[in-house]
């Protein structure tokens, strides 16, 4: 029952991945402040939209600004009234935590006149629109940020070593039905990749052969499907890093070797600096 | 009233990877691990945040829909003045079900007659809280903070009720709590607390109310239900359960 990018109405809403009208834009900068120590948020927002007959709606009351602030962790789930000028909103500390989304919205607020729009697609022509209460008529892009420190903790956090005997010697396989990203070896195979950890060039090589094929497996999974995985702890972190890294972690063509190789910090160059290359 | 206290995470790992060694503490009567809380890493605590832990003495280990009700409200009374960030701190529901909570723990969720590595897993499962679902679903003291906190953000004035709709069967609890952003959604699942009252077929049975839901779901996508008169949601909620019990 969410408002996302799949919803569809019976009648024309303004956002960018549609053309109901045009190439007229519906936008909202949000830039997110965070207090480390208490968890307080603050969100600056500043918005613009240029379809002339949603202007007029918001200018007689008829229509207003909304934005939509979800947090699956605390169960936030709040539309705060917005001005499109810009401002400010206060969100305590402690009332967010994890992946956030802010999804900018216009809502009729009232009965509406007939829609008077010069802009709409052709398939609306000689359609005639008038809206009600909470009718939504504009959806901006929805932004993210995450709050806490799980985007600071340490990649290795989220991988265990486990032994599964069945694992053919000097093979790996990965497991992500855990908190932690399980890295699976039969016994032996194990107990070589913990004695290649005793060395800082043990380590990078574990980090290139092990970790980085293993973490690429683990973002094509969650690309085809992270709803499955999304309340798994190494979840959590990893979309918290890739919030701050910049990454798609649902993005309909990943690149999985290039993503792995910004999570895990360009782990060939820690090879070659380890080799003192 | 007393601070609230929390284990470093390097207490937490060493707890999580020794389960089976101290498998004894955690199942027999007389198991405690005072001996262990009384090293650095057991005592670390949040000044602004105060508890009284006199209700966790009261929890009742029996587990049935009203016991949960009760025992909810007894770690709500405990632990109130805990935000909800703080409430998915692994740290703090950890620290409780080892040490004030451990007896309750241990009767509510250890079985007899099960192996040592059956009962590691029920270990890790309910005095453990590494993440959302099993911090809300599935640790001892954790679940029960957080049925009494969304029961709260829905009925402010009667958390009781809302206590008692949710946890009417498990079923029950688990598609409306697990549902985040249905039950995060305070106008949305307020209405469907209402239409829980007033119409018995909704939750008569389990299957009745699964096939509500999915009714909800498919017609409720796209509606603005933060906007909307209460009445307005509630006759939409009526022609759902009319639409679930006519299919």
């Known amino acids: ?277 | 009233m007393s601070r609230l206290s929390y284990i470093t995470q390097a207490t937490l790992d060493g707890l999580y990877e020794s389960i089976l060694e101290h498998i004894t503490r955690y199942r027999a009567d007389d198991g405690t691990f005072e001996d262990l809380r009384q090293e650095p890493g057991w005592n670390l605590s949040l000044d602004d945040i105060k508890i009284d832990p006199t209700p966790f003495t009261e929890l009742d280990p029996s587990g049935t829909p009203m016991v949960e009700v009760e025992n909810s409200l007894r770690v709500w009374k405990a632990m109130y003045e805990m935000t909800r960030a703080q409430a998915c701190e692994d740290r703090i529901w950890t620290r409780l079900s080892h040490v004030e909570c451990l007896t309750y723990a241990r009767h509510r969720w250890l079985k007899e007659g099960r192996s040592d590595e059956e009962t590691a897993k029920d270990v890790s499962k309910h005095f453990f809280a590494p993440s959302l679902t099993v911090c809300r679903d599935d640790h001892a003291i954790a679940r029960l903070w957080w049925n009494a906190r969304i029961a709260k953000l829905l009925r402010p004035d009667d958390q009781k009720a809302a206590l008692t709709l949710i946890l009417k069967t498990a079923d029950i609890r688990s598609n409306f709590i697990e549902r985040s952003y249905t039950a995060s959604r305070r106008e949305l699942a307020c209405a469907i607390l209402r239409v829980m009252e007033r119409n018995e077929w909704v939750t008569s049975k389990e299957r009745n109310y699964r096939d509500f839901m999915k009714v909800v779901n498919k017609f409720g996508g796209g509606m603005v239900f933060e906007l909307l008169p209460a009445e307005q949601i509630d006759d939409f909620m009526d022609e759902c359960a009319a639409k679930a019990s006519a299919a």
Request: proline share 4%.
């Open chain 1, 1 to 277: 029952m969410r408002l996302n990018n799949t919803t569809r109405f019976a009648h024309p809403v303004l956002r960018n991945d549609t053309s109901d009208y045009g190439d007229k834009e519906f936008t909202v900068e949000l830039t997110t402040k965070e207090d480390r120590k208490t968890g307080k948020i603050i969100v600056e927002y500043v918005g613009t939209v240029n379809e002339p007959a949603i202007q007029d709606y918001i200018a007689n009351d008829c229509a207003a600004a909304f934005l939509f602030i979800h947090c699956r962790r605390t169960y936030y789930s709040q539309s705060h009234p917005i001005t499109l000028s810009g401002g400010s909103l206060d969100l305590g500390p402690g009332a967010l935590l994890g992946h956030v989304t802010f999804r900018p919205i216009i809502c009729a607020i009232s009965e509406t006149p007939e829609l008077l729009s010069g802009s709409l697609h052709d398939e609306y022509q000689g359609l005639s629109f008038s809206f009600t209460n909470a009718d939504v008529l504009a959806v901006g892009d929805t932004y993210w940020y995450d709050v806490g420190l799980d985007k600071l903790a340490p990649m290795e956090t989220i991988f265990v070593l486990e032994t599964l005997d069945e694992v053919d010697p000097d093979q790996t396989l990965v497991k992500l039905d855990g908190e932690k990203i399980a890295i699976c070896a039969n016994e032996v195979t194990k107990n070589k990749l913990h004695h290649m950890r005793n060395s800082v060039e043990g380590r990078h090589r574990l980090l290139n052969s092990v970790y980085l094929p293993a973490l690429m497996q683990v973002l094509s999974s969650v690309a085809t499907g992270i709803d499955e995985h999304e309340d798994k702890r190494w979840c959590q972190v990893l979309r918290s890093k890739a919030t701050e890294l910049n990454i798609d972690l649902e993005s309909p063509s990943p690149e999985s070797l290039r993503d792995a190789q910004k999570f895990l910090k360009s782990p060939l160059s820690r090879l070659f600096a380890s080799e003192g290359n």
